[in-house]
């Protein structure tokens, strides 16, 4: 207590009382604050080390199903593969059908590429663009099928008459996407040639298209009747074989 | 004699008035521009989660594509509100507990400007397209020694005030404020030398960047937060710390734990398969430190109710407790390798694990620091008692919301996910709910948030209450005071106390 004009006598001095009131004025939330005590006693209940008991346990589960876990031999553990939702346990998609393997996977491209000019039910507009349910050229020959799907198409169709121009759709095409989505339009929207377009021929169609005369060039009705009046090179596939749906392999015997 | 006691009380309280002044622009500017970027962060987060469920919403924006909000929202979250706030309350608390002025104020704050530069140009990379694409760290490479060095000039006068405090006992909070300042650093650079520095195999950059986001998570913001619920439960209630054995295993547990967790999001990756399995357990075994923690504090401040109930400061940190509680069942519950695991390693429930600790437990203790230490640093008392009790409860009910959706919404769309013969819109399908009420909640959280930001501005502004009464959420007297403090009470000193002169 250094403050210069303390009296003795007189207990609650001017000074204290100013000294206070500064306080007051400048430390008021700092004067209210209680002081801080961190030495409590109080023992660390069971309870607590009971739950930390088992989550320990749970922990030393979860170190016992990694195995080996510091075995340097393995880097990582060897054919680890997801477990497959519960009921869905025997591995592998139910197979399909071949010709209903091959038309869902055309379905999609259909509904990608095709699907904006000849429109959900394939029949065109009927002014630029035509329609495809009973074409011959889509039900006939399908070297010539495949070429106008891969290449687009200029001048007159099969019935003579003159549409739009169609753009190519073979850019970045694959063999199953083509076989898919040729099977697909020979056996959908009224047309029902029965056959399915393999994948095998489908490469037969790309590598044709590849090395056509005027390759790059939109196709016209002259060079298809001239060169492409053929079916595909390929064997033949029975419409009833049991594919698997997503690699349109044959399926494995059950 | 009593006139001997009050002075010397006195000149304490003058010695930590002379302290607060002395932070009052550093600890303001951090918590502001904190409390910006939360706000900003929060409407980037409504749009990423609106995207979720609305893919065309604002889709004619490239910068506002999800692969760049969702990263700009919790990179935001994390780096402009989390450390910021983590600063204001460690330089503050460090040098109350070290009883020291802080005299390197200018530079603290010149730094600050340097690290919300940072923070800003690094979200300007990441909307523009230029971000690492490393959960957390997406900021440009170049970013990263920016923040490193505004973070070692804003923290090192702290350790310096730790060197030269006066000789004693050194208390709970500063273990943790102290490990957390070292830690972090540590986490860091470990971390950014590894991925931008030393070119390693991929996968392995995968679970690096994996351990990173936990080690954030529970090497810094976990221990900034429980020292600074240490300093506030015993400092509001006047009552001693529960149990200092049950504080040393709390403390020591999370130390021990802690840098283990994190690798569990590879289970499965090609990467030394111990890694997952240790992360798993280590995150499971994080339990230990947040229940001692978290039953200390509890045992510490539910002694006197009435002052929970009053003191928006402990109301805030108790929800902040009860968010540590939470995430600490959740670690336990998603980190089973045979059962949970594979549904949460790629689902929402590692978002809200995330949101849960960064909000529900680490915001919440440092909205209770902010309205502790905020009248003290700038000498005016809280507005009204009506914005605090709005940001709680809709900050409350919206995190609780987003945490739990995205905890159990996530568990639905993993289990979509673990369907391979399902096409994967069955899982977008199953979280679809959720993630409508995630935005929903979420703009429950901004709505909260923008109050606590136009009243923390106005406070900084010095437009706070002048009054020595604290605002609290219960009134004492059963009346409300008016909104200029209690009746005559305009000027600073308070009833009774207007020097005789």
Known sequence: MSLPNQTPDLEDSINVTEAHGRVVREAAACAREKRIVDNGIEPISLWAFVACGVVLLVAGGILGTGGRLFSYGSIFREGYIRTPAPGAADAGPVPKEALAAYMSKGAKIYSAKCNGCHGSDAKGNGSTFPSLVGSTWVTGETDLFAMIILNGLEGPVSDGKTYGVMPPQGIGMAAEDLAGIMTYVRNNFGNATGDVVTIDMAKAALEISAARKNAGKSVTGA??????????????????????PITLAPAKAP | MSSVIQTSTDQDALLRAGIDRSLRHPVMFFLTSGAAWLAVSIVLGIIASAKVHSPEFLAGFPCLSYGRVFPAHINALVYGWGFQAAFAVIIWMMARLSRKECTAAGLILTAGHVWNLGVILGLVGILSGNGTGMPWMEFPAFTWPVLLFSYFSILIWSFIQFRVRPEGHVYISQWYLLAAMVWFPWVFITANTLL????????????????????????FFTPVALGTAYYLAPKVTGHPVYSYSLAKLGFWSLAVIAPWAGMQKLTGAPIPYFLPYVGAAATVLLFVPAIAASIN????????????????????????????????????????????LPLAQFSLSGYGFEILALYGFFSFVMFGAVYFIVPRVTRREWLSRRLIKIHFLFSVYGIITVALVALFGGLQQGIGQEDWQQPWQGAATRAYPYAVATTIAWCFILFSNVFFFIHLTLMWLRLGRRSSHPTLLISAHGHGPGPHGEEGDIDNAGPGHMPAH
């Not at chain 2, 991929?202 to 954030?216: E, H, L, R, T």
């Open chain 1, 223 to 244: 060079e298809l009747t001239a060169d492409h009046v053929k079916a595909l090179p390929g064997d033949v596939l029975d419409p009833k074989t049991l594919l698997d």
């Open chain 2, 196 to 219: 931008h520095c030393i070119h390693g195999h991929p996968v392995m950059a995968a679970g690096i960047n994996a351990w990173y986001k936990s080690a954030v998570i529970f090497l």
């Open chain 2, 297 to 340: 504090l509890l045992r510490t401040t539910l002694a006197s109710p009435e002052v929970v109930a009053s003191s928006p400061a402990l109301r805030f940190t108790i929800a902040g407790i009860g968010g540590l509680i939470l995430l600490a069942f959740s670690a336990v519950v998603l980190n089973l390798p045979e059962s949970t």
